[in-house]
């Protein structure tokens, strides 16, 4: 979502994934490549229009991306669950008794509380109007997700972390946003948003059982980076071996 050279570098490499997913599409339902019975690859070489026709290559292709983007995007979480735990240590002790209901809560509060994607964009395809407010065809439309995951009337004290708000209350699909909002299968909100979850409660819990240090670096966070991370990533050395 940066403009200038990241912005077209990152188009390319998607081009680039999208035209192979196609030829490997193409070579499973060839036979010259065998997919591993029931996998992502099989199901999606495999899976067909209503009206029976199979899906385009590169719409396949988009879907084998679907399952994989996720699982590399998943990192930049990892890196913001190690800024919490780093800033407030009190919550490893919980994680590492594997307790899953707190898993689920302080994945959900770093979800909500760091800024993985600030805001979110998208055109109007028709005149539309909201609350008064009036959109032309065409018109720019951005959604303030950290606004929404920091507004006070939804969470009271936005900018603590505390994942027990959680546990105090079930997570509103339409409160909670930071993979977009409304129903993933009619609106813009990201389909693999429960596969990140998912990835991000097993991850964390094996984090915080990790035993590291964590050297000086910059952990600041600029929300005009989209992507947004901490500046230096988050660096961890072993414990073990200095030289690590």
Not at 43 to 68: D, F, K, W
């Amino acid at each position: 979502a940066t403009l200038g050279p990241r912005h077209w570098r990152a188009r390319r490499a998607r081009q680039r994934q999208e035209a192979r997913l196609s030829r490997l599409v193409e070579k499973v339902r060839s036979g010259a490549v065998p997919a591993p019975a029931d996998s992502v690859l099989d199901r999606v070489s495999r899976h067909r229009h209503p009206g029976g026709e199979l899906l385009e290559p590169r719409t396949a292709a988009v879907e084998l991306l679907n399952v994989i983007r996720p699982t590399a995007a998943i990192s930049w979480f990892v890196a913001f669950a190690a800024h919490a735990l780093h800033r407030w240590p009190a919550n490893r002790e919980r994680l590492c008794g594997g307790d899953p209901t707190y898993a689920a809560a302080f994945t959900h509060e770093v979800r909500r509380f760091y800024p993985f994607a600030p805001f979110l964009g998208g055109r109007a395809v028709t005149d539309l109007s909201w609350r008064g407010e009036s959109v032309p065809a065409g018109g720019m439309v951005l959604l303030d997700v950290y606004g929404q995951n920091h507004d006070e009337k939804l969470w009271g004290d936005p900018y603590a972390f505390r994942p027990q708000r959680f546990l105090e209350c079930p997570v509103q699909r339409d409160e909670l946003i930071p993979q977009g909002g409304g129903d993933p299968g009619a609106g813009h909100r990201c389909p693999g948003e429960g596969m990140t979850i998912g990835l991000l409660e097993a991850l964390t819990t094996r984090l915080a059982r990790l035993e590291y240090e964590v050297p000086e670096q910059d952990l600041t966070i600029s929300l005009r980076r989209i992507p947004a991370r901490p500046r230096s990533g988050f660096v961890i050395g072993d414990v073990r071996s200095p030289e690590a």
